[in-house]
């Protein structure tokens, strides 16, 4: 793609990203995407909450929201819901998503929205000067552990699975190219998507050389996504799984099935279901009004 078709994306804001940071890469394998797709920037949303990997959007000439820490789902599916033909996608990190925004993350995946949520996961909060993320590895000296993190690492892929998301793949911001096929897979997806992107922080810790080596493609493997237990064997290979530090980090498509509900077919089930009764959720809404129906004062 030119640099001319990639920036109908961009709003020229600068990305303010330190030089090297994998992000820049996220960031243009999302606009090749889109342009790859024909998507018009007024027809996209991307959110995002706080944090280095969260900036992204304030660097895009889409619909956007630059939320709060920990909440850039609860703001995704309101906007999904208000207008469930622009599609949503969330920039989030391994802080934002993980610790203040775990519950959220939770209970979208369990309820399917049709989301998609790309988790940027540098293994630490960088923007608030490196202390430990849930996804930091036993042990590891960030500026509030000096004698290194005590508590075990969450496994993303594992608990996106657990909790009822409906895809979740794997990449790295290393491999632009598997990226990409990545994030257009799971805008293609029907229901709650996730891409868990390796993508290490260049100024708190850069482990390129050592994850590159160890990544395998899933999909060249006769990997089983759509069975629960395959994928749960996949998920579990992350960085600190395997005593070997250089064993296979499998990334690709997981986790994925077609047989999954998601939140706006159910909501067409209850319409379908009451013919005749309600013509859009929001008559189903009204009766929640004060004063109305269900509702007493
Ligand atoms: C409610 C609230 N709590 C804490 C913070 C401080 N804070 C800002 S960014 C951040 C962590 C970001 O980590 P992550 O999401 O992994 O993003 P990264 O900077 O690593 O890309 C924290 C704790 C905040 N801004 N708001
Ligand atoms: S601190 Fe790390 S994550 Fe943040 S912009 Fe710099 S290299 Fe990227
Ligand atoms: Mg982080």
Not at 31 to 41: A, L, N, Q, S, Y
Not at 157 to 176: F, H, Q
Not at 230 to 249: F, L, P, Q
Request: hydrophobic share 35%.
């Amino acid at each position: 793609m030119s640099d001319t078709q990639q920036n109908r994306y961009m709003n020229g804001n600068s990305p303010s990203w330190c030089p090297g940071c994998s992000y820049f890469t996220v960031l243009s394998a999302l606009t090749e995407c889109f342009d790859e797709r024909g998507i018009d920037p007024n027809e996209i949303c991307v959110i995002s909450g706080i944090g280095c990997s969260s900036r992204l959007p304030l660097f895009l000439n889409t619909h956007g929201m630059h939320t709060l820490h920990g909440r850039p789902l609860p703001v995704a599916i309101g906007s999904r819901l208000a207008r469930p033909d622009i599609p949503v996608i969330v920039a989030t990190g391994d802080g934002d998503l993980l610790s203040i925004g775990a519950a959220h993350f939770v209970h979208a995946a369990r309820k399917n929205f049709d989301i998609t949520v790309i988790c940027l996961d540098n293994r630490l909060y960088a923007m608030t000067k490196n202390q430990t993320s849930p996804t930091s590895p036993i042990g590891y000296k960030g500026s509030l552990t000096p004698y290194g993190k005590l508590s075990a690492p969450l496994n993303t892929t594992e608990l996106a699975i657990s909790s009822g998301a409906s895809m979740v793949c794997r990449s790295c911001a290393y491999d632009k190219a598997h990226l990409k096929k990545m994030i257009d897979a799971a805008m293609n997806h029907r229901g709650f998507s996730l891409v868990d992107v390796i993508a290490p922080c260049r100024t708190f810790g850069d482990h390129e050389k050592e994850i590159t080596k160890r990544l395998y493609d899933l999909q060249t493997k006769d990997h089983k996504f759509d069975d629960r237990e395959s994928a749960m064997r996949a998920a579990a290979r992350v960085y600190d799984s395997d005593s070997d530090e250089n064993a296979g980090i499998p990334v690709g498509v997981v986790w994925k099935r077609d047989d999954m509900l998601c939140f706006d077919d159910q909501v067409k089930l209850v319409l379908t279901e009451n013919e005749g009764k309600y013509s859009s959720i929001n008559d189903i809404l009204d009766e929640f009004r004060p004063g109305r129906g269900n509702v007493t004062q």
